[in-house]
């Protein structure tokens, strides 16, 4: 199958979160599983890209944007990258989304619009690499919401030509891709389509929600945030729209890059270690604990934050249940960026308890995996959680996870309190303050008996995160959709 997988980032060259990640690892799963796979992804400013560099093409001008190129990269892992470059759009300081100081970029709309309507036209039989079109055309997130739009609206125009299936993935349904109506013109969307049944959100555009209601199949990143997003508490207002979509959608859980993510061939870490051979272990905490600045106290219990800080990760949690772990002998250390409040917060808890509390501030992923190997147990309080990374990398690196019960985190860690036998970390029963103490107890209890401890980390070290599992799927719903692209029955794909 041709599958043309399109993302705003993709690790290592560009990664805000866990969607750099998954764009790094699926498309290489699914080249590994014998299909043709083209990335497209715009070229920023400063990307390092190794490879072979293929030919320019230019791209047709498109009505309002500036003139682009596609440039293809044959990389190591089977997979065809394909730099969207437009210097006008993409050279620029500052993040894919923001600007420097943290600003989303005003032109958007224009930025990732262009990067929907190439990844549509990749597609169709007007695809600019001669000789190369798409089978499937898979969106993630709002910024290639639009592309499944842009498929439908290529099958409007020319019902006899084969078009791509066009499938979206939600990585997180609160970034919706919002902008003015009046935006709508530039980016080419026929005006049937600019009402309520169409991109409308409360008289905005939301190229999300264009996905959403355009895809042939909508899938998100675990099992029971497909069931979440359906509800209102959940659905960020589209809980409506996804209701009446249900028959299209269907969760599955991401997996993890064991190239990258295994303890035992970890460069990145000081020292490697296994299921059977845990002793490395120690000494990646010493390490961190050096490099940090924490007490280097191999008796303290040593609790771990790896995150974007913002209200989703429960942060604000982790600093309302500071005091009980401070006073229960733990130590915290904390890598993330984000909301200044939060940022201020942390810090500030940091210079109170210097020898227990540690943060650093910025994105850094040598640390984040040293912190992985070296930490004891990690924290995710997320208020939702679409599926969550993190709390995988911690089981595979013997560091049990202490999570809030939703989305992917429910459907990737087993609690121990409630299921010695195979329990994995430690569910929380709320998601508040209340919630992370009476979990951090019950690890705390935990933590002090070894061998109770031990299988605890043995039984996250034992799971399969892999991603085959996972890129099968994937499959099974490109191949429901491109039935559904052609007329079929919404049952060849089956809600989770
Ligand atoms: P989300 O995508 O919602 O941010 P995930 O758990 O899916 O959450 O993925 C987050 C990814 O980003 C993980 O690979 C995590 O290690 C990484 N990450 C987050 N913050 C940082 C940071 N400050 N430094 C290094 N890596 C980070
Ligand atoms: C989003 C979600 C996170 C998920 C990631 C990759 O950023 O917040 O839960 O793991 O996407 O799918």
Redo the contacts with the bound molecule.
Sequence with gaps: MKILFATPEC?PYV????????SAALPAMLAQLGHDVHLLMPAYRGMKVSGEIGDGVDLPPYSHWPAAQLVPVKIANGVTLLLLACPALYQRPGGPYVDASGRDYLDNAMRFGLLSRVAAQLGTVHSPLRGWTADVVHANDWPTGLAPLYLAQSRMIAPHEPTAAGILTI??LAFQGVFPMGEADALGIPHPWRGMEGVEFWGDLSMLKAGIQFADAITT?SPTYAREIQTAEHGVGFDGILRARASRLRGIL?GIDRKLWDPSQDALLPQRFSRKELEGKAQCKAVLQQRVGLAADKAAPLFAV????TA??GIDIVLDALPALVKAGGQLVV???GVPELQAALAEAARKHPRQVAV??????G???LI?AGADAFL?P?RF???????M?SQAYGTPPIVAPVG?LLDSVTDATADPAHGSGFVMKSCDAAGLGDALARALAAWKQPQQWRRIQSNGMARDFGWEDSALQYIDVYRAAALLANGGTASELTAT
């Design positions: 690790a990664k805000t979160g866990g969607l750099g990640d998954v990585h997180n990143v991401n790896v995150s974007r800080l989703q990760k890598l993330g960026q650093t501030l910025g994105f850094d992923e640390l984040a995996h992985e995710m997320s959680e679409p599926c969550g990374l993190n709390q990398y992917g």
